[in-house]
């Protein structure tokens, strides 16, 4: 029986943390889907399209994995698409906290079976978030080696007009 898992983020932009999380996860299961949610209340630097396009060039030698974009509810994506698992990546106590509390109340949403994964970032990328990289950049501070390279390049190309 094939186990497949939805890894969810905003990915604007995709870190290395996030990268370590689906090289890691991808290892766990037999199709990781990497899912790009759209957020209505977020006004994201990169478009959603540009985004997954980013996304499947880095994860290309991942063989298992692919990437996806939708909004709406996770609960109805996840249960629509027939996922056994939910991977969600934690940095610090904050993250578990409020991961705790949607992988709860995703329990009462999600069909029977449907489990939610919490891995833990790699300690060299802890720190790391997408907001942090973006305003580091824009200010024209150095993220190498906290993004991949082909994310860095975009980013830089959205900032320095």
Known sequence: ???????????????????????????????????????PNKK???????????????TADLKNVTVECFDGLLADYVNKNHFDAVVRGLRATSDFEYEIQMAQMNACLFDKGIESVFLMTSPKYSFISSSMIKEVVSLGGCVDGLVPEIILKEIKAKYIK
Do not use: C, Q, W
């Not at 186990?3 to 943390?17: E, I, Q, V």
């Open 44 to 58: 994201p630097l990169f478009t959603k399209e540009e985004r997954v396009k980013l996304i499947e060039e880095v």
């Open 1 to 39: 029986m094939t186990k497949r898992a939805l890894y969810t983020g905003s990915f604007d932009p995709m870190t290395n943390g996030h990268l370590d999380i689906i090289t890691r996860s991808s290892k766990m299961f037999d199709e990781l889907v990497v899912g790009v949610i759209v957020n």
